[in-house]
């Protein structure tokens, strides 16, 4: 077999030698489910540039590769790799987890069936299962990209949510909304949402439908572009409910998470830095409204209002809030040199003075 130092070294010379080539996709399922450039995500590997969007300190990610005469039947790996302070992968994990790839495949029988593949990686550490939502949505964007036909709950799931399925007394056809299935409802907000019945149900008829209904909705389009339609109407909801003497956590919660492909817009950070100044009085709300903001909507952080906004208000919770939001930010590329030059600002709120000392000494103490 070939020297392999990389990934993308392993991917590209898998199928070498063999008649058909190999091809492969990356995605990153370490916030949002995206598609990662093959390029890109060997520029990263060379060290050329940081992970994207670290958490936790890893990249998860979900590999995608098959033989090109087989293209019906690709390989899915997930890996989580560790990541140093730079966002860089860290070197000796990366070729450990190769090492444990090579070593299985460097035989003269290559040729392993999918159960001896799956063999191998359940006896691998960096191996990781992606939680219900993130791994329906993986498999949602890969189907469509690779051209493959959704999963057999897409046809109920998709009559169902764009109100196509109705008789003539207004009544759903495709039976109860507790029946559509998680995969069908990701693989309608991954094909159909730029489509226009079914924005126009969605504007119409989600903020009516029960609550668990919306979540599954919500973990679905999360991971999606979402149209300028929809962006605008759940984004003036939020505005309009932000005027309210109260507005209910969950519905801010929601239109947060919906909002999420649109958190770098200048009107999403207008109404983040309004909710930013109205955040509830109760602590288990105000937390999870940070939290969402740090997995779902952190580039609505990168102005320096909102970014000041945000630590101040993680400050005032407890210091374990502001070190565990800080330091999942801060490994993120598009924050870090607005998050350490916030450090240096002589004017901030005493609780956010009080918290930035405490974790420079606890960052110098090596805690």
């Known amino acids: 077999m070939q020297s392999i130092d990389t990934l993308s070294d392993f991917l590209t010379v898998a199928g070498s030698g063999h008649a058909a080539t190999t091809a492969y996709r990356i995605y990153d399922l370490s916030r949002r489910v995206q598609r990662l450039d093959n390029q890109e ?14 958490r936790q300190q890893h990249a998860f990610l979900g590999i995608v590769f098959w033989n090109t005469a087989k293209a019906n039947d690709p390989y899915i790996w997930f890996i989580k790799l560790p990541l140093d302070e730079r966002g860089l992968f860290q070197h000796a994990a990366r070729q450990h ?17 999918a159960a001896e593949q799956e063999k191998i990686l359940a006896q691998n550490p960096y191996i990781f299962t992606p939680d219900e939502p993130r791994r ?53 907000c991954t094909r159909d949402l730029h489509k226009s019945q079914l924005q126009q149900n969605l504007i119409r008829s989600f903020a009516q439908w029960p609550e668990p209904l919306q979540q599954a909705i919500v973990e679905a389009i999360e991971h999606q572009e979402l149209p300028a339609t929809l962006a605008q109407h759940w984004r003036n909801e939020l505005k309009q409910a932000l005027q309210q003497q109260s507005v209910a956590t969950n519905f801010v919660l929601t239109r947060l998470r919906l909002l999420a492909s649109h958190a770098d817009q200048a009107a999403t950070q207008n109404v983040v830095k309004q909710l930013l100044a109205a955040l509830p009085a109760q602590q288990p709300d105000r937390q999870d409204i940070l939290l969402a903001l740090s997995a779902r909507c952190w580039p609505a952080l990168a102005t320096p209002a909102n970014c000041e906004a945000f630590l101040t208000a993680a400050a005032a919770e407890s210091q374990e809030v502001f070190t565990t939001l800080f330091r999942d930010l801060v490994m993120l590329p598009s924050l870090r040199g607005l998050l350490l030059n916030l450090l240096r600002q ?11 000392a405490k974790l420079v000494q606890r960052t110098r103490s090596g805690s």
């Open 41 to 54: 995500f060997a520029r990263i590997e060379r060290g050329e540039a940081p992970f994207p969007t670290p």
């Open 136 to 188: 329906a949505a993986f498999h949602a964007l890969v189907s469509a990209e690779l051209s493959h036909p959704p999963s057999i709950y897409y046809e109920d799931a998709q009559a169902w949510l764009s109100g196509t399925g109705l008789d003539d007394d207004n009544q759903s056809t495709t039976g109860a909304w507790e029946n559509l299935a998680v995969q069908g409802i990701h693989d309608v």
């Open 97 to 113: 987890f190769l090492s444990i790839i090579v070593a299985a495949l460097d035989s003269p029988e290559q040729q392993l069936s």
């Open 346 to 356: 002589p004017q901030l709120a005493p609780e956010l003075q009080m918290a930035v």
